[in-house]
């Protein structure tokens, strides 16, 4: 048997685990908790936007905040994380003009060494809002827009299934050619690594947690000594997930239906940037990890449309065989996110071209690393960024 037959063939043995293997992690069902019933009293909720020049997104995402129909008691903080485009000022204005919850802007001033930008603006919002003693924290990015009914929806999971994190990864915009075919992935290969259903067992196989929408528990955070504990985190979710569970906690995560993130990324270059601005703190900046993840997503990806088309002009009928076979399962587990995004299934068979591009992503990750330049975002570069610990 030829060498381009045994690729093909070990791309498909690769392909039969992950689809059964894995967690099941292409099926899109890890949706928020049914309710068991309303709390008899709704605990108190303090809301923790952390805002860096955010005035674009703002008047979307901040009024849905404010408007949450939360029986309990509720309110908002947003940290202007030394914004240079009036968001602070901005939040103020839409808060007297929307009413609704309570608000309140700080700004904590710029980060102390060893302090990301964002894990430094909740440490602030985090401990004005212990000062009022709540329950729980909904820490939310300010491109995010939730539902009304998102906040109660949130607290009624958390209590009623003893969750100490509770998290939705918010719908992405899916609007532009890029953003069609590389949001959906972007979700699709998150789900790879973190299977949520292995995040959400109660013996976990996996930790994570998704950081545009995160109600935690107070007590929980305290115990876990948050943000503290993960002051230098570039994956800061993922990292937050993994402090919970260090501390006892108990996480869920599934994929949202009333929250959605606001924010565009119109252009290959915006979602570029996206994408390699932490991919390699993910590998922990271990040149053997990148490698290996080369390897494999060329495996994975890569290998099976190749050897289907080097072996139909080859005359390897062997080859073609088990490298369309695993495309064509590679195609089919795409095909749940892809309905999850309201996309077409005829972006299925193009999922080898969006990991072509996910590749370039992470090599050009580690080279701006190596250069000095780390990871880069609104102004701010971490140039040796610590990567997620473990759980």
Sequence with gaps: MSTLAWIAIAALAVWGWLLLGQGFF?????????????????????VVVPARDEAEVLPLSLPSLLAQDYPGPAEVILVDDGSTDGTGRLAGELARRHGGLPLTVVRPGEPEPGWTGKLWALRHGMALARAREPAFLLLTDADIAHEPDSLRLLVMAATGHRLDLVSQMARLRVASGWERLIVPAFVYFFCQLYPFRWVNRRRPLATAAAGGCVLLR????????????????????????????RAG???????????????????????????????????????????????????????????????????????AWAGGLAWAVMAFTYLPMLRYYRQSPWLAPLLPFTALLYLLMTVDSARRHHQGRGAAWKGRTYARPEAAPDR
């Design 26 to 46: 292409w099926r899109t069902d890890q949706r928020l908790p049914a309710p068991v019933g309303a709390p008899e009293r709704w605990p108190a909720v303090v």
């Design 218 to 245: 107070a007590e929980t955070a305290e115990r876990a000594r948050v943000p503290e504990a993960i002051r230098q985190a570039v994956i800061d979710d993922v990292s937050l997930a993994r402090a919970v569970r």
């Design 249 to 319: 906690g108990r996480v869920w995560l599934g994929l949202a239906d009333r929250v959605d993130s606001i924010r565009p990324y119109p252009r290959l270059h915006d979602l570029w940037r996206m994408v390699s601005r932490s991919a390699y703190a993910q590998l922990r900046h271990s040149p053997l990890l990148l490698a290996g993840t080369v390897a494999g997503l060329a495996l994975v990806y890569l290998a099976p449309p190749v050897t289907l088309v080097a072996g139909l002009l080859a005359g390897d009928g062997r080859a």
